[in-house]
């Protein structure tokens, strides 16, 4: 039925809008009775525009482009057009009961309890949380350092090495990899007068430090990342008069890192990668990308891939070799340090390696290289290959209701709430609220614990040997 072009483009096309539509009436919902400007409606205002902006990107511009390219790439893999259909019908259905899940916790008692006094354009972050930002972002500067200085082990915690960081970079090695990566770009969207002098500038060097990180990596699309949180922060928090001067040092920096960048790879590359050079691994990924012609054709490549290989789990699924709990069990092992517990199964995968997580196996469908390449993938899909129909509507009820659940929580920390859920959106690359169930408890166990003993110590420090102040965007995480 959908396989003809016209029918099949409309499909994809008419899916993708109302998706936002969807999205966009939820949003509403989860806004709706809370003041401008405060800090539960600024976290639902970044959690519902970046789904909106995952939809655009990896749905909706792919459905405008495919029948442009006609739909090329598709059929050299040897997809059909009903299968691509299929998989955005898959997500559509993930993403509503995933809105849904997300809205009824978020509009319960865990928000009433919650902070939602107003913070305007002059509130400041309480002293326990410029203290927890503060050490969050000390991570992000002890990640610079382990990088150059002690040869990257957070970067690849395999090497041999027999150093503070290598015994305890398990221990805080997730934190850290991403202080950068949002909690750095989040402070400086504050502002100096509003997070202090020593939050600034530690800011500064942790969104360094993922800057040179990432480039080290090779992958220009995670050069592209920070810009688009600096965006979407500069939007949120500063006044339109602030914008074009907030914006250039980031489009600066961009351009810097792009022209730049096979510098740093090749200067950092020998203390962050071991094995097979992670530069032959996007260059395999992105063969057929290169092979592109054109602006249009390489934009239709890049971005199609999500839905693309998302066809994989669909045909797993439907001959029979679905991942059921595995994905998810092999998940609980994870808070156990692989220091310690060398054999313990990969978090995410299906037989307890690492090439056998979804992430890979969608691909190895298509391509030859199993154990090299992995790619975005529509998380909805990755749902309906553990346990098909009952999977997409169970897996994203429950982690709608879970997202839900910390959002509120992370309210109750004020101003600095909003930089954390980032750490839930799989900020170095996903970029997407509705992980799929086993990563989003993988995140749970890599960031809650080590941020709630951050916490509870910033609160203890500002309350024995300080006086908590106490601002107009919240009174800590027990709400007293």
């Not at 305007?120 to 203290?131: F, Q, V």
């Not at 054999?343 to 969608?362: I, N, V």
Request: hydrophobic share 50%.
């Amino acid at each position: 039925m959908f396989d003809s072009d016209p029918l099949a483009s409309l499909a994809i096309l008419a899916i993708s809008l109302l998706t936002l539509v969807i999205l966009r009436r939820f949003h509403l919902r989860a806004v709706a009775g809370l003041p401008d400007g405060g800090v539960a409606r600024q976290m639902a205002n970044i959690i519902f525009i970046v789904a909106m902006g995952h939809v655009c990107l990896f749905m909706l511009v792919p459905s405008v482009l495919r029948p442009v390219t006609g739909w090329a790439d598709d059929f050299e893999l040897d997809i059909a057009r009903s299968e691509i259909v299929y998989v955005y019908l898959i997500e559509i259905a993930s993403f509503a009961i995933w809105a849904a899940g997300f809205t009824f916790v978020w509009r319960g008692r865990w928000l009433a309890a919650a902070e939602r006094e107003p913070g305007g354009p002059n509130s400041k972050l309480s002293a326990e949380g410029r203290l927890f930002l503060g050490m969050v972002l000390i991570l992000g500067v002890w990640r610079l350092v382990d990088i150059f200085v002690t040869g990257g082990g957070f970067v690849n915690p395999n090497l041999e090495r027999d150093d503070f960081g290598a015994r305890w970079g398990w221990l805080v090695g997730c934190l850290a990899d991403l202080s950068g990566t949002a909690v750095g770009f989040y402070v400086l969207a504050l502002g100096r007068h509003r997070v202090g002098k020593m939050a600034w500038t530690l800011a500064i060097i942790g969104a360094l430090a993922f800057a040179l990180s990432f480039g080290a990596m090779g992958v220009r699309g995670a050069q592209v990342w920070p810009l688009l949180w600096w965006v979407l922060l500069i939007v949120l928090y500063r006044p339109r008069r602030d914008w074009p001067r907030l914006l250039l040092p980031a489009f600066v920096l961009l351009v810097l890192l792009f022209v730049f960048s096979e510098y740093i790879k090749e200067t950092l590359g020998s203390a962050t990668l071991s094995g097979a050079d992670l530069s032959q691994k996007v260059a395999m990924l992105s063969s057929q990308e290169a092979s592109a012609s054109d602006p249009i054709g390489s934009t239709a490549f890049r971005l199609g891939c999500a839905s693309r290989y998302s066809v994989g789990f669909t045909r797993m699924w439907e001959t029979g070799r679905g991942a059921f709990w595995n994905p998810i069990a092999n998940t609980l092992y994870a808070p156990l340090p692989r220091r310690f517990f060398p054999d313990k199964p990969w978090p995410t995968s299906l037989r307890g390696d690492q090439y056998s997580a979804g992430m890979y196996l969608c691909v190895a469908e298509f391509t030859p290289f199993a154990n090299y390449t992995m790619t975005e993938f529509l998380t909805g899909s990755h749902a309906y290959w553990e346990f098909g129909w009952p999977g997409v509507v169970g897996l994203s009820l429950a982690g709608g209701m879970i997202l839900g659940f910390i959002a509120a929580l992370l309210c109750r920390m004020g101003l600095a709430g909003p930089a954390m859920i980032f750490l839930f959106f799989k900020p170095w690359g996903y970029n997407n609220p509705k992980l799929w169930f086993s990563d989003l408890m993988l995140e749970i166990t890599q960031i809650v614990p080590i941020m709630l003993v951050l916490w509870m110590l910033s609160r203890f420090v500002t309350r024995r040997w300080g006086k908590s102040t106490t601002h107009t965007t919240g009174r800590g995480v027990s709400g007293q």
